[in-house]
């Protein structure tokens, strides 16, 4: 009798579990349902590259290491346009500073704001700062190859410490910031909140109940409680990169309210630009990767060709992902250059274009970031290491 009650009961409870494991619910990852990146990497292991990656290094604090930008004399100045106006950053015991310098000496005056956060790793970085609760972006930015340049889209010359930053700007370089409610003012954060980087939740999810399912001794009958994007249908998989890499186009919802394995198209607008209209380089790999025929004759999405959790940036291995569908003897040039095209597709079908849309004014010259495009197709000019 004992053993059937217990039974009945145990299966009684199973039968809950599975009830309550069915409704379980993804949740986006906030502040108080993160666990951390080192939770998940206690058990995988195996995507420890992932803390080394662009993603998980786009938003930091400021450092000596983080901030890319030179603060030893002589090369922590920036002039401009005009001569009564340049930049100084500073490295002092208090903090990382960015000083306007205005006047002619010994006339001058300054405006010297404290670096808050480091945004930025590959190409480039812009600096945030708090006033009060509010956040802005300073008016000096970094670019590699170049050093210390006017913050892209500002007017060389003019001492601007008034840009806000908005919450999708958050939202596609962090975790979580916890805004604060003011329907005039978009830029009010709750500092001690943030998030910083890009983490495994952002994409996974938040992890407390896989976690606490993973750590249970009654971990068959629980859900996994965790998004694997390979599980997803393909529309959704895009979905979790073109959060960032599909445009900034309006939101429908509030910042970090997207739930990955949900369909993006309740946050936008779906008003996308027709095939024929113009898509910059940078900030939309998906619209621009859908125009391919590649795309659109395959069941392509980014994965195909991308491992987020480790860095990869050696265009001759990701050349070998389009052999995973072409052979070299599909290129039109294969009569004449034979298997030297092998490791090079890239180079010729996915070129380095220049941004029209990112644009740094610096003592006359535009700045412009170049971008690995995501239309593959044959292009007319073959890059300039071709001819020979
Ligand atoms: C206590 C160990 C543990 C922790 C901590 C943990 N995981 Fe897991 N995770 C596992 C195990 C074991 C599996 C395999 C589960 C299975 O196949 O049923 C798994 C599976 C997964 C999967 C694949 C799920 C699927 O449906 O295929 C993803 C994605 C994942 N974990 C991400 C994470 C993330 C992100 C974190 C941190 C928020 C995390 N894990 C924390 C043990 C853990
Ligand atoms: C929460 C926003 C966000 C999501 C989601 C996201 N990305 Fe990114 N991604 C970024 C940002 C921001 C950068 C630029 C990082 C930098 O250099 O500071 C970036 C950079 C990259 C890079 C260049 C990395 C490097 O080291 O050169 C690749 C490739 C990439 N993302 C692919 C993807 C793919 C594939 C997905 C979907 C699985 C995805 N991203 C999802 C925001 C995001
Ligand atoms: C819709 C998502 C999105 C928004 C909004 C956005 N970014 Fe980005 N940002 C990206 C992606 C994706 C990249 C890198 C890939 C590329 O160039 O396409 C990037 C690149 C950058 C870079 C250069 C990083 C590098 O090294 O490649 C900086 C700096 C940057 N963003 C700062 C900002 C700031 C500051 C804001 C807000 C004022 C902002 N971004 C708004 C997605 C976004
Ligand atoms: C930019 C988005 C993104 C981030 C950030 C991210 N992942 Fe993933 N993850 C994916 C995608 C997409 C897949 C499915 C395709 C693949 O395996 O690459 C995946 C698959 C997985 C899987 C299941 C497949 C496998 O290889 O076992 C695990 C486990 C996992 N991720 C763990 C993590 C952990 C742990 C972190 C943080 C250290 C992390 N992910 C960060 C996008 C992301
Ligand atoms: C997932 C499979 C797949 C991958 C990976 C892939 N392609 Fe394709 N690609 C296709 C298919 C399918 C077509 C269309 C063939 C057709 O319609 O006859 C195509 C078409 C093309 C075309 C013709 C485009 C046009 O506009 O006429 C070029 C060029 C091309 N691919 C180059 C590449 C290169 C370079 C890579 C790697 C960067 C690559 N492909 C990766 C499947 C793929
Ligand atoms: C056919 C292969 C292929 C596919 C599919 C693909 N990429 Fe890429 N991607 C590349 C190559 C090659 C590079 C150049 C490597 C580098 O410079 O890091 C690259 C670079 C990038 C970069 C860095 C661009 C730069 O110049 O800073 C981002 C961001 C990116 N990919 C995002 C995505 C996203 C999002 C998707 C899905 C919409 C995607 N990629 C699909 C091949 C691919
Ligand atoms: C030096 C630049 C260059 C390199 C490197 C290159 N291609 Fe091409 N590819 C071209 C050009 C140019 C054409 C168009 C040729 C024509 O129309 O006669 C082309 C055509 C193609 C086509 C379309 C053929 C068709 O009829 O639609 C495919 C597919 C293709 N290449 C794949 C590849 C693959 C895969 C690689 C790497 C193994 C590669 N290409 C390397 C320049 C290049």
Redesign the pocket.
Known sequence: MFTIGGIALLAAGAVAIGLVAARHRTEAVRGDNAVGDGACLSCHQQKASFELTAHRLTSRLPTRASILGSFSHGENALRTMNPNLYFRMDSTATGFYEIAVMGRAPDTSVIAQRIAYVTGLRKGQSYLYWVGDQLYQLPVSYWRGTGWANSPGYQDGRPNFERPIPPRCLECHATWFQSVADPSVINRYRPAGALLGITCETCHGSGRDHVTRERSLLRALLPRAIVNPTRLPRAQQLDGCALCHGGTAPLRTAAFSYVPGQPLEKRFDLTTAPDTGEIDVHGNQVALLERS?CFRSSQMTCATCHDVHRQQRDTVAL?GR??TC???Q?????PQ?GH??????????MPLLTSTTVISIYLGHRLRPQVRTHWIK???Q??RF?MR
């Open positions: 025929r050349s389009c052999l072409h052979t070299v599909n290129c039109g040039l294969f250059h030297e095209l092998i490791g090079r597709c890239v180079d010729c079908h044959v292009y007319p073959p890059p071709w």
